[in-house]
């Protein structure tokens, strides 16, 4: 039976890691002639992957992990004037590590021929690695089809105008919305003069010169975005994988919710009417201050809905957060239930 071996490059960001290595497991379980060497890039960021790695050390004997030398970050400074570039500077730092790792595999007889580099989004400067060693490259994308429009949209218009956008430009017409996007809703690195609209740029630039790219969405969600794909005769070939969740898969520990907390949310799950619940998920770096805070409250209040909320925490706001699930917690609250988010710093 023929073998064949992907190398995927995820960054050491929670959300990135986690959903590039349950992709990898899953394709994998799909088609068990492959096999996946992840490089692990070790980044004082995020120290989750370092923990979670081990964990699924034990669990698939075709996934293996090589750890890469650290490199030096970029100076601090650069972190206070955009998250961005500072994180793109730093994974450019790894490819000399990178492209040896993949030499090495390439020239050891005992591994399975490489069918290609996947490259996670703040990695896409190393697609010259995979172009210098002849292998394809594929960029796996942790945000939907929507994020992914904009991103192939962006070096079109940094040619117009070349400038970062203004909170008074015009709503944005995009081929993968259907409707105008407002300004204010891009990320805000769009809007940062001290480099992260260049960072942004400068990633956006590679997206047409991989050989295909990974999304992790369906196209039941976004069926019209992924037409647009098709439609413009550009776009390398896009290929919906998604959901790709975390789930039973040390799920718990992510959410930094214990066993008990787990059971209490879904006995209550489990007893309320079928496709009846919205939930309330902004991510790890999602923080909201009090107004928007207490307005998402009176919001769900007022639907008269149910819901979930994976509701952070941390930060000045903390407490606030922990007065709104004393006051709404599922004994005193019907219709709503909490889930206490407290990302790692």
């Known amino acids: ?152 949209y962006l070096p079109t218009r940094h040619t117009q105008i070349g400038t970062e956008f203004e909170e008074l430009d015009p709503d944005l017409e995009l081929p993968s919305f259907v409707h105008p996007v407002p300004v204010r809703i891009l990320p805000a690195a769009l809007s940062n003069k001290h480099g992260g609209y260049a960072a942004y740029v400068k990633l956006a630039q590679r997206f047409r010169d991989v050989n295909g790219i990974v999304v992790n969405t369906i196209t039941e969600l976004e069926p019209y975005a992924i037409e647009s794909f098709a439609d413009d005769g550009q776009t390398p070939p896009v290929y919906t994988v998604g959901p790709v969740l975390d789930i039973g898969f040390g799920g718990q520990a992510h959410l930094g919710s214990d066993a008990v907390d787990r059971d209490k949310i879904m006995e209550w799950l489990d007893a309320q009417p079928e496709a009846s619940v919205v939930f309330l998920c902004f991510g790890s770096w999602g923080s909201f201050g009090e107004a928007q805070l207490r307005e998402i409250a009176l919001g769900l209040d007022g639907s008269g809905l149910r819901f979930l909320w994976a509701l952070r925490l941390r930060g000045p706001d903390g407490k606030l957060g922990e007065a709104l699930i004393a006051q709404h917690s599922p004994r005193s609250c019907q219709r709503g239930s909490w889930i206490e988010w407290e990302r790692e710093e």
């Open 1 to 152: 039976m023929k073998r064949a071996e992907l190398v995927m490059v995820p960054t050491s960001g929670h959300g990135h890691y986690i959903s590039a290595v349950e992709f990898a497991r899953r394709l994998i379980r799909a088609d068990d002639r492959f096999s996946v060497t992840i490089l692990h890039l070790r980044s004082s960021l995020d120290p989750h992957p370092d923990i979670f790695k081990k964990s699924v050390l034990l669990s698939d004997t075709h996934l293996h992990f090589i750890d890469l030398p650290s490199v030096d970050p970029p100076p601090s400074h650069l972190l206070q004037k955009s998250m961005e570039q500072y994180i793109v500077l730093f994974y450019e730092s790894f490819i000399p590590h990178v492209k040896d790792a993949i030499t090495h595999l390439i020239s050891n007889p005992d591994s399975p021929p490489l069918a290609g580099l996947v490259l996670d989004f703040f990695c896409l400067p190393m697609i010259d690695v995979a172009i210098e060693l002849g292998l394809p490259s594929y960029l796996f994308l942790t945000s939907g089809a929507g994020f992914l429009g904009l991103m192939l």
